[in-house]
């Protein structure tokens, strides 16, 4: 019987989790908030909290076999390495899998949270029987990951697979990154509520008012109510993201391309211009022949899952050689 | 001793070389125009001269291990058809591979010549040493192949690596393939050409006259003597490079990228901008550490270089597996 901990490293939330055999649904699962709340006294850091959320699941025998952490942000899969963190404070530079590691005394390996999601729907979800797949989740950012010849691509760092940076519009909006007219700069969540925030301040009609946080969920819901303004704020992601997946399917010739992220839920409103820009991008139709565009399978629940995968697959591939 | 003969179909010209053991240098060479010539009699099919030049250099003892073709155009390297050739009227979707092999009596491969250029460049060339590399081709089209931990990225179908269809300005100038604002379209030789002749049409002020026929070449030539019109058309293929190979960078995190083709031999005229560019466009400078940007090995004879890689790959293959 092999022993998995999977650890997700949100921005607000740490979740880690015992996974048993060959289960999808774990055998313990833990939360903690990534920083400490003013009512709570103990540990100040994220990696002790951390380390305390994983102590809190360790089976009674002490028996685990590997632990697998996703992380938001740019890791080193191959050092263990967490580069920076997004919105942790402090988390720069942090060689977290050899902290638990030594602490744990388990492997411990650590990846890109975007690039486990892609893993995850490889092995568990709506990916499953692609040699080659294209994972985009589009939510606050864009996040991506690659699965080539059933082999998630990592690149000579790990860094590969930043899909959200590709440029889709020269000299367009300012990116999250700095640099201008990356995708991620033209239809994530942000982009959309901050494209929307803009016309209303220019006079635009819709039942949003110029007075409001716009959200992308709030423009989401307008839009299938009806809202012109807002179904035109999804037509334009969906646009950014058709040109960007037709560059990406030329680049991969995959045959799946898996939507996550909380934009994708936005049904016909944005995958209907989406398809239609792929079609006005795509250099030929046999790109398009077989090829499955659809949402990802797993929601909140992708970095676990992924995680999951990693550690599975890291499992199997010990197996096999031996 | 392993023989290996790599075939190079060009628009105008074919050619077919024996290798012998580890030497890059061909035991022999021959060629011949890809259409029979008006003076010529004989075969009037491109398959049928094919077949009769590998003849005119088949070793005396008969013995070939292996056939190695690198075509333009698409085509699928998996069931060796090539499924479209350009300047080749008639030649769709040619079973090449199992013609070449029932004729000989000897395994065939086939590979896009840009693909099998890219591995020839990391087999032997630039790109020797880099487990993740991006090759592009820029001459009267943009072509590429790239190399994902040490092996040639094909794809489901072999159509991976069309890096010179990625859209880098939506609604942009109309592409070979007829649709919008690909890299082909802002930065082949085709596109710069057409670029300067447009401004001469406009009345620009060029060293060339709107009277003459403008090639790429001509550009290249008047821009090291000074031209300014001709530097801005580099200039501007250079930028339109430079937000490819960033989002080509994010996608793979490549630590080469090899650059063959006329166009590439323009020097720091292009690369200069191409860099600003690259610089400009990509998030973050990680993934410019340790990379090296590089003109191609290989000029004309990069095409059989790269069958020779695959033949060579291919026996190295089945020597590792019995």
């Known amino acids: 019987m092999k022993e998995i901990i999977a650890v997700d490293i949100g921005g607000t939330q740490l979740r880690a989790a015992l996974y048993s055999d060959q289960e999808l649904k774990p055998v313990k699962l833990a939360r903690m908030s990534t920083q400490k709340t003013p009512k709570e006294s103990g540990p100040q850091e994220p990696v002790e909290r951390l380390a305390q959320l994983i102590e809190s699941i360790i089976p009674p025998d002490n028996k685990v076999d590997v632990i697998s952490v996703a992380a938001p942000g740019p890791v080193n899969p191959y050092t263990g390495v967490l580069l920076e963190a997004p919105n942790i404070p402090g988390w720069w530079d942090v060689p977290l899998a050899s902290i638990l590691e030594e602490r744990f005394q388990v492997k411990t390996l650590l990846g890109n949270d975007a690039n486990l999601a892609a893993l995850g729907e490889w092995m568990y979800g709506a990916g499953r029987g692609h ?83 716009v959200t992308a969920k709030m423009v989401s819901t307008a839009a299938q109510a009806g809202d012109s303004l807002c179904i035109s704020a999804l037509a334009q992601a969906g646009y950014y993201l058709g040109i960007a997946i037709a560059s990406l399917l030329q680049t991969f010739n995959a045959t799946a391309v898996i939507m996550g992220g909380g934009v994708a839920r936005s049904g ?55």
């Open 131 to 213: 040699k080659h797949m294209i994972y985009l989740t589009v939510s606050t950012g864009i996040g991506g990951g690659i699965i080539v010849d059933d082999r998630l691509l990592l690149g000579a760092r790990g860094l590969a697979a930043e899909v959200g940076h590709v440029t889709v519009l020269p000299e367009g909006p300012v990116c999250g990154c700095g640099q201008r007219g990356h995708l991620e700069a033209l239809a994530s969540g942000t982009a959309i509520a901050r494209w929307v925030t803009e016309q209303l301040a220019r006079g635009a009609e819709s039942q949003l008012s110029p007075k409001q946080l």
């Open 268 to 322: 016909a409103l944005l995958f209907e211009p989406l398809m239609v820009s792929l079609k006005q991008h795509i250099m030929n139709s046999h790109y398009l022949d077989d090829l499955v565009i659809t949402p990802a399978a797993f929601g909140d629940e992708a970095g676990l899952t992924g995680a999951l995968a990693l550690g599975r697959n890291y499992l199997n591939q010990i197996a096999n050689s031996d």
